[in-house]
């Protein structure tokens, strides 16, 4: 009779194989996503050509329609780029374009700092306190749809025509938009964050100056950029008033004596300015406010 086979100690498994190391795919270089995507940023690589190539064509068809031996378009109402330039260089050389540049900017620094100085603590006492905000906004709504330059007779009326007027008058046109902005920047603030606070023991002041205020202020600090634009729309009409130096009375001169360059000119460093200044706006708000930055990206 066969005996029974007496078991072993268990024969040790083979070890199992180690899992193969999950290879990671590096991503393309050049993304494959859609230039039309909906609300997605340009790749990196078409941003340049997609900056440049509209103010290429604008100059390309400039020069077509204004160069040549038989330009199609008279330099009376359309100069040639090489013209514009040229008259750009003459009043450099004698002196008038910086001196002018500088009066405009004065003028709207005077009037910008002012109008943020009323605008924002009135702004922030709107958006803060509702019985303020009743008060205030059946005399300030109108403001925003009334046509500013329909205020130059009576503020010449009430101001004379000298600069205190030039100075009110770009004043009214920052404050008129810059107060709304303020108090929906102030509003906008989560009302968790109050709650807290007030839980917490804070009083009404304490929260608009911790929590109200910081959390305002990039907006508003990022509207500077509209009010920007504003100013330097509102300082040729500002100008066009029994002035002796600035941009806008620059170009009116210009355009009396039918000196299509020099208008063109004055338009074209108006608009340098603008984007400098904007540049530096843009700037100044993702230094101060870089936390905002990393919150967004988080």
């Known amino acids: 009779m066969a005996q029974p086979e007496i078991p072993g100690p268990a024969a040790k498994a083979p070890d199992a194989p180690p899992p193969a190391a999950s290879k990671v795919v590096a991503a393309p270089e050049h993304s494959r996503e859609p230039l039309w ?156 964050l109050v709650q807290t606070a007030l839980t917490l023991g804070a009083t009404r002041w304490q929260v608009i100056r911790t929590i109200l205020v910081p959390a305002a202020l990039p907006d508003i600090f990022d509207s500077f950029r509209v009010m920007n634009a504003i100013s330097w729309t509102y300082v040729i009409l500002a100008e066009f008033v029994n002035a002796r130096r600035g941009l806008g009375y620059m170009i009116q001169l210009a355009g009396s004596h039918l000196h299509t360059a020099q208008v063109f000119s004055g338009i074209g460093v108006i608009g340098l300015i603008g984007l400098g200044t904007d540049a530096l706006i843009r700037g100044l708000n993702s230094w101060l406010f870089r936390w905002r930055g990393d919150e967004q990206a988080t």
């Open 37 to 192: 995507t909906l609300r997605k940023a340009l790749p990196r690589r078409f941003r340049v050509p997609f900056a440049l190539g509209m103010p290429a064509l604008v100059i390309l068809l400039w020069c077509v329609l204004t160069l040549g031996s038989h330009p199609l378009v008279s330099e009376l109402f359309l100069p040639s780029p090489i013209r514009v330039l040229q008259a750009t260089l003459e009043m450099i050389f004698e002196h008038t374009l910086f001196d002018a540049i500088w009066a405009s900017t004065l003028r709207i620094v005077i009037s910008f700092v002012a109008a943020a100085l009323v605008a924002l603590p009135l702004g922030i006492l709107m958006g803060a306190f509702e019985p303020i905000n009743r008060l205030m906004e059946p005399v300030m709504a109108p403001l925003r749809y009334m046509p500013i330059s329909a205020f130059i007779p009576l503020l010449i009326l009430w101001l004379g025509i000298g600069e205190s007027q030039k100075i009110a008058f770009l004043f009214l046109g920052v404050f008129v938009f810059l107060l709304p902005v303020v108090v929906t920047a102030i509003r906008a603030v989560p009302e968790e």
